[in-house]
């Protein structure tokens, strides 16, 4: 299917989307954080995925085409708030999340604050799963660090090497990595403000004593059915803790993908479409007309 550009306001703010299809429930694709973006995590994807529905997959605030507001509290709150209001501005009152890690968190606590507006929920290596930082206390320092992301950013901007490198973090397998990739990831790097966004989340949630938010123990509430897709060698979140959200969520099915890593939908993208397509398309007994 053809994919589009929408560009669009949501409170006050300019919003890229990417859309495709028609029909409905309509589903959303929900990036993740530091360097990433729609295109990044699902521009390859979204007219696959657009066969039997319309399918959006919006920049986040602070990343991408989209606006980047100073002075914002880039926190889960604020993207739950957002997201919210970009379905209100879709015309879209109830629709299926997937959610890759920081969009995986984001899809949680709409799903569990407002579960009227979830029909189906995908989390990919998701976010407020658990409370431990990755790398304990030298996460936690640098998590927090300006000077660290400064650092950071300038060395990915300047170095294909340094961001071959740091993306074996979130990917295991090289051949995931190509120049195109390295390319796009380099020049979202050099965007004005760049990192702005990532390091206000980050300060907001990476806590001394961990997490912030950590949605674990509300998931035996969850009333979504849901997906769990997760790469068992993972550095970012761990496998664990998908498989203990399995346990806890009453309506649950968990995908992992052995040998990959974080990026699942860069890494894996055949298998992850198969069971995200899966998913979204088998009949739920409870909407099924008596």
């Not at 495709?20 to 973006?37: K, M, N, Q, T, V």
């Not at 020049?187 to 390091?199: H, I, N």
């Amino acid at each position: 299917m053809a994919v589009r550009e929408l560009r669009l306001r949501v409170s006050g703010l300019g919003v890229r989307c990417l859309a495709s299809g028609e029909g409905e429930p309509a589903a959303l694709l929900l990036h993740g954080a530091s360097l990433d973006c729609a295109d990044l995590s699902f521009g390859h994807l979204i007219g696959t995925l657009s066969g039997r529905r319309r399918v959006y997959a919006p920049d986040w605030p602070g990343y991408g085409g989209s606006d980047r507001p100073r002075g914002a509290s880039y926190d889960l709150g604020f993207y739950e708030r957002f997201l919210r209001r970009l379905l209100d501005e879709l015309g879209i009152a109830r629709a299926d999340l997937v959610g890759l890690s920081l969009g995986g968190g984001v899809a949680l606590s709409l799903a569990l604050h407002r579960p009227r507006r979830v029909r189906r929920l995908v989390l990919v290596g998701s976010y407020g799963l658990g409370r431990r930082v990755p790398w304990g206390l030298l996460g936690v320092v640098l998590g927090r660090s300006g000077l660290a992301a400064r650092t950071a950013y300038g060395l990915v901007r300047r170095s294909r090497r340094a961001l071959r490198l740091g993306l074996r973090n979130v990917v295991c397998d090289p051949a995931a990595i190509d120049d195109g990739l390295l390319e796009e990831l380099a020049r979202q790097a050099a965007l004005p403000g760049a990192g702005r966004a990532f390091l206000s989340f980050r300060r907001s949630e990476v806590r001394w004593r961990g997490l912030r938010s950590d949605l674990s123990g509300s998931l035996p509430r969850l009333e979504v059915p849901t997906l769990l897709v997760h790469g068992s060698r993972d550095r970012i979140v761990p496998v664990d803790w998908a498989v203990r959200a399995h346990r806890l969520i009453p309506r649950s099915e968990l995908v992992v993908l052995e040998g990959c890593g974080h990026w699942v939908p860069r890494e894996r993208p055949g298998e992850f479409i198969r069971a995200v397509e899966r998913f979204l398309s088998c009949p739920d007994p409870a909407e099924r007309p008596r």
